[in-house]
């Protein structure tokens, strides 16, 4: 707080023809107050936490205001319970930081399954896009936790061997939460999520996919971290929770690779541990999911 204090001096002399005057004191030494400490900002972490050091589990931070990271994904599922399953699905994402704490990442999709079942092949191709929507409403320094919300919309386009072309339209949300355990070595992560999906052909079939996930991800040396997950997914033949098809159980390791201070591979496996169909025999779900799945990603930051 600035203080001042003015001081008057007067001097009289005496004799004719002389006036007394006036003089001001020149302000005494003030004292500047500290300047205020910026806000704090939930989308501004003193530790940041990759959002790929989790696995299939993704963190809460989001892209800076103004930054750019193109990524390329590599999802592959594998294994059913009667035939040959294979399905491999490439992704091609920007993510742009829009405005503090949003961040917006539309992606183009492409891929293919190799399928025989009964002894017949049902492979099929596809393509698609969609844009990823994440707003971060809470911080890990102010609030303890990171937490983001999601909307992922996308449209897809499916050409089977065994049929015509079809569209289909999926619409996801989900929570992503993390929390630092050990500074510098230790983190944990949460998602919870939904997905609506419409299959055409037209009248469109319509399920979701409900999943909960957590991971614990370790940093061994500077930019290497290793992670452990475990991902319980339930299906419904319905846009809610009103019709189960079937539910499955995955667990696996993780890997991440902060190469540069820009670029970072990462990748992880799940398998299914344990699930079951809706009037199918078995302890595991290989109709509505399946037993093996793989993830590559590599990203650049700019």
């Known amino acids: 707080m600035l203080h001042s204090f003015r001081g008057l001096s007067a001097a009289l002399i005496a004799g004719c023809g002389l006036y007394a005057a006036a003089a ?34 993704t963190g809460s931070d989001v892209a800076e205001r103004g930054s750019f990271s193109p990524s390329l994904s590599y999802f592959g599922t594998f294994g059913i319970r009667s035939g040959r399953f294979a399905s491999h699905l490439g ?31 049902v492979d099929s191709r596809g393509w698609g896009a969609g844009v990823e929507t994440k707003y971060k409403i809470l911080g890990r320094d102010v609030h303890g936790i990171g937490l983001t919300v999601v909307i992922d919309p996308s449209v897809n386009r499916t050409d ?28 944990a992560a949460l998602n919870v999520s939904h997905d609506m999906s419409w299959t055409g052909p037209s009248p469109y079939a319509r399920s979701s996919t409900f999943s909960v996930g957590g991971s614990l991800a370790y940093q061994v040396v500077e ?75 590599a990203a650049y930051s700019f």
Do not use: M
């Open 24 to 57: 001001s004191a020149a302000d005494l030494p003030s004292r500047k107050a500290a300047p205020a400490a910026p806000p704090l900002s939930v989308c501004s972490e003193s530790e940041g936490i990759p959002t790929d050091a989790f696995g299939f589990t």
């Open 91 to 121: 992704q091609l994402q920007g993510s742009y930081g829009l405005a503090p704490c949003l961040e917006v990442g539309p992606y183009l999709l492409g891929g293919y399954s190799d399928a025989s079942i009964g002894g017949f092949d």
């Open 160 to 187: 089977p061997s065994f049929g015509g072309p079809f569209t289909g339209y999926n619409t996801g949300f989900r929570i992503f939460a993390d929390k630092t355990l050990v500074p510098g070595k230790l983190y």
């Open 223 to 297: 930019g290497v971290y290793l992670s452990g997950e475990v991902r319980h997914q339930r299906r419904y033949n319905d846009l809610g929770f009103g019709n189960e098809a079937g539910f499955a159980t995955f667990a696996g390791p993780g890997v991440y690779w902060q190469a540069t201070k820009q670029f970072a591979l990462s990748a992880a496996y799940n398998v299914q541990l344990a699930g079951k169909a809706k009037g199918q025999p078995g302890d595991l779900d290989l109709v509505n999911f399946s037993q093996h799945l793989v993830k590559v990603k």
